[in-house]
């Protein structure tokens, strides 16, 4: 893959592209790719990763191994992949294969035998499963960290560097000052890390310095049903190729030894799936063009749509949310935080702000729609809700409902009605 593409490794795109895999959909001219894993002393591999990639395409479909050590892919275009196989404490095995003329491709795993090689290859989970806890200190720490440590960077991300106490203190140092886009923050250090940063430094020279790291906690490879799923992965421009940044991502996900790529050039953040199986994500990088993003899930075609921000860049999004009749919900900040809505079908995009003497949207934005469709949002000291549907225009200023609970205010503008708990109003 080149440097100017990172793998779209979202949960929720991955699996919904299985459909694009039905065997149903292929035509007389697919292929099946198969073949087998095994250790180097000849032992049949189960529930290893298989992944394969056509030549010049942005799609990479992986699926596991059964119990005998043998793959196979749902039908796939004749054509030249890269195919490769990798599993948690081996090394990644590549391999090529023309399906033109080769529908199969047998792979060797050799053992790792570098611990740190090991450690980085591990998902977060087993990474946080993996650091001590046996004492209440200890317990106590490794909460704090992941609950202040873990909201922009993954565990895998933060753990697969190592650091002295002193290196920790100097990374806690900055951390506590920055947001969640990497923009320090001057005078605004976080509290909780404030307080337990000697601590903190302590605990993870411990697990991650100098020293030895954690006894890895294994689990289990996939078997039996969970072994039968089919995934794919897309690769999505990077923040460079959409207008912001000079560096390139050397390392696109695909070889898990090589650790977790930083977040901060990929410019996705949630995802969802329309009523035509394609892939949506907002954007919460800063970019010049990219508010909103669409991948084709059958050609993995990616279209990227803007709205204007009044400092000139694209305006980022956070949250998104899809409602019964298709439309994806976002909010989005303009200069001030609103709502937006998405109508895949025409491809327009409609932005709703909230009363002025009401909240804006804010926060770590998260969404939801109601059984009456009404779209939920929070608010930096509370939560909105929005009513799409028009109303007659009435007077632009939050007032108490008078058949709602006392807690909760009401407002029209743009001819739509806003609720939002009492908080949520001038901040």
């Known amino acids: ?65 059964d119990e005998s050590g043998n793959y196979y892919f749902p039908p796939m275009a004749a054509g030249k992949y890269k195919v490769w196989a990798q599993a948690l404490s081996f090394e990644r095995a590549p391999g090529d294969v023309d399906l ?92 909780i890390i404030s307080l337990n940063q000697k601590d903190l430094a302590a605990y993870l020279a411990k697990v991650r310095g100098p020293g030895e790291s954690p006894k890895i906690k294994e689990r289990p490879r996939p078997t039996g049903e969970a072994a039968r799923a089919v995934w794919t992965l897309y690769d999505v421009p990077l923040n460079q190729d959409v207008g912001i940044g000079t560096h390139y991502q050397v390392n696109d996900g695909t070889n898990w030894a090589l650790g977790t790529p930083s977040y901060l050039m990929m410019i996705m953040h949630d995802g969802g799936m329309d009523l035509d199986g394609n892939l949506w994500f907002t954007s919460n990088a800063f970019n010049k063009n990219v508010s909103l993003g669409r991948i084709d899930a059958k050609t993995g075609d990616v279209k990227h749509f803007r709205v204007n921000r009044n400092d000139g860049r694209a305006a980022n999004t956070h949250g998104l949310t899809r409602d019964n009749e298709g439309n994806f919900w976002f909010d989005v900040d303009t200069g001030r935080r609103g709502l937006g809505k998405m109508d895949p079908k025409t491809e327009k995009i409609t932005v709703y702000q909230s009363p002025n003497n009401m909240s804006p949207l804010g926060g770590a934005v998260t969404l939801d729609v109601d059984g009456k469709g009404m779209v939920w949002a929070s608010a930096p000291d509370g939560v909105l809700r929005f009513d799409p549907k028009p109303r007659p225009p009435s007077a632009q200023t939050a007032r108490p409902s008078p058949t709602a609970p006392p807690a909760i205010v009401t407002a029209t503008a743009g001819g739509r009605r806003w609720a939002g708990t009492r908080s949520a109003r001038p901040i």
């Not at 893959?1 to 990172?6: A, E, R």
């Not at 198969?34 to 189960?46: H, I, N, P, R, T």
Request: proline share 4%; hydrophobic share 40%.
């Open 1 to 65: 893959m080149s440097g100017q593409h990172g793998l779209a490794k979202v949960l929720l795109l991955a699996s919904a592209a299985a459909i694009v895999l039905a065997p149903a959909s292929a035509s007389a001219a697919d292929h099946i790719l198969s073949g087998s894993v095994a250790s180097a002393s000849g032992e049949k591999l189960s529930g290893v990763t298989v992944s394969a990639k056509l030549e010049g395409s942005t799609i990479t479909n992986s699926v596991y191994t």
């Open 100 to 191: 033109s003329a080769n529908k199969q491709q047998s792979l060797t795993l050799t053992a790792m035998t570098d611990p740190e090689r090991r450690w980085r290859q591990l998902p977060g989970e087993l990474m946080v499963a993996s650091l001590p806890e046996e004492t209440a200190e200890d317990a106590r720490i490794k909460k704090i960290f992941m609950n202040q440590c873990t909201g922009c960077h993954t565990p895998s991300y933060t753990l697969q560097f190592r650091f002295d106490e002193g290196g920790w203190n100097r990374i806690i140092n900055l951390m506590k000052t920055v947001n969640n886009r990497g923009v320090p923050q001057q005078g605004q250090n976080n509290q």
